[in-house]
């Protein structure tokens, strides 16, 4: 993923949950996923966390034709 579309995501995800996305990154980056997916309802807290914790699914999930879209929309902003 670019460093472009990772920004994109991180300032979604920012806005969502009302955080800072640099603080966000932080967080991500130091391995504190769990400290976010506590404002998420538990079902999809799970979900993410499987995602997360599963690389061949989640490099699956970013290429596929609907988030390529969605990333390909948010950087021409």
Do not use: T, Y
Request: hydrophobic share 35%; charged share 15%; no cysteine.
């Amino acid at each position: 993923m670019s460093q472009q579309a990772m920004n994109s995501l991180l300032g979604m995800a920012g806005q969502k949950l009302g955080k800072n996305p640099q603080q966000l990154r932080q967080q991500i980056e130091g391995g504190q996923v769990k400290d976010l997916l506590g404002n998420l309802d538990p079902q999809k807290a799970a979900q993410v966390n499987q995602l997360l914790n599963n690389p061949q699914q989640l490099e699956q999930f970013l290429n596929s034709p609907q988030v390529k879209g969605l990333l390909g929309k948010l950087m021409q902003k």
